[in-house]
T-cell receptor, first 112, second 115 residues
Framework: DQQVKQNSPSLSVQEGRISILNCDYT??????FLWYKKYPAEGPTFLIS???IKDKNEDGRFTVFLNKSAKHLSLHIVPSQPGDSAVYFC???????????WGAGTKLIIKP | DAGVIQSPRHEVTEMGQEVTLRCKLI?????LFWYRQTMMRGLELLIY????????DSGMPEDRFSAKMPNASFSTLKIQPSEPRDSAVYFC?????????????FGSGTQLSVL
């Protein structure tokens, strides 16, 4: 049973528009969430994180929102750029240094 | 630092053959994770080592899979005998003592194809 779900395998967005990637989780013990970005033929790299004590964390063009009651988080990219085309993984853990549980990933395609 | 180094980058083998994947951790890191990525299941944790000791191997699919850390900087993942369903990308990742997951660094992966 998947504890972290990314229900959209792929997403296509026009350059300059907002990209919204979604992630749902089932385990209420999770209190730390991360997004990783993966380019082809490379390993995932850390993008942004959020602790359950917050409902929003922003880093430049990237913002992660957390809705604890709905067990849902989303990653917003504004504005979307061609270099953002990648696979985005959502991951969760019970603490900031505990083992991660990963979603299946969403492939984001930014169209020129 | 060169980062986490995996070899080979690509491996094509026939069913029944032994496959060995290799991983060199970042210097000073003491936690090592082996992951498998497939289209259907995303990233699955296979095994986790801390200070060369296997802590959690519950993700290892079956006895055909084994992993070792012969020293603090190097690990191998072996599949014997290999089967077509083992075809996937295998990643290793490392981080330092007590480091948060933002400091988890991945290698570039080994693309394994079992024919």
């Amino acid at each position: 049973d998947q504890q972290v779900k990314q229900n959209s395998p792929s997403l296509s967005v026009q350059e300059g528009r907002i990209s919204i990637l979604n992630c749902d989780y089932t385990n209420s013990m999770f209190d730390y969430f991360l997004w990783y970005k993966k380019y082809p033929a490379e390993g995932p790299t850390f993008l942004i994180s959020i602790s359950s004590i917050k409902d929003k964390n922003e880093d430049g063009r990237f913002t992660v929102f957390l809705n604890k009651s709905a067990k849902h988080l989303s990653l917003h990219i504004v504005p979307s750029q061609p270099g953002d085309s990648a696979v985005y993984f959502c991951a969760a853990s019970a603490r900031s240094n505990y083992q991660l549980i990963w979603g299946a990933g969403t492939k984001l395609i930014i169209k020129p | 630092d060169a980062g986490v180094i995996q070899s080979p980058r690509h491996e094509v083998t026939e069913m029944g053959q032994e496959v060995t994947l290799r991983c060199k951790l970042i210097s000073g890191h003491n936690s090592l994770f082996w992951y498998r990525q497939t289209m259907m299941r995303g990233l699955e944790l296979l095994i986790y080592f801390n200070n060369n000791v296997p802590i959690d191997d519950s993700g290892m699919p079956e006895d055909r899979f084994s992993a070792k850390m012969p020293n603090a900087s190097f690990s191998t993942l072996k599949i014997q005998p290999s089967e077509p369903r083992d075809s996937a990308v295998y990643f290793c990742a490392s981080k330092g003592q007590g480091a948060t997951n933002e400091k988890l660094f991945f290698g570039s992966g080994t693309q394994l194809s079992v024919l």
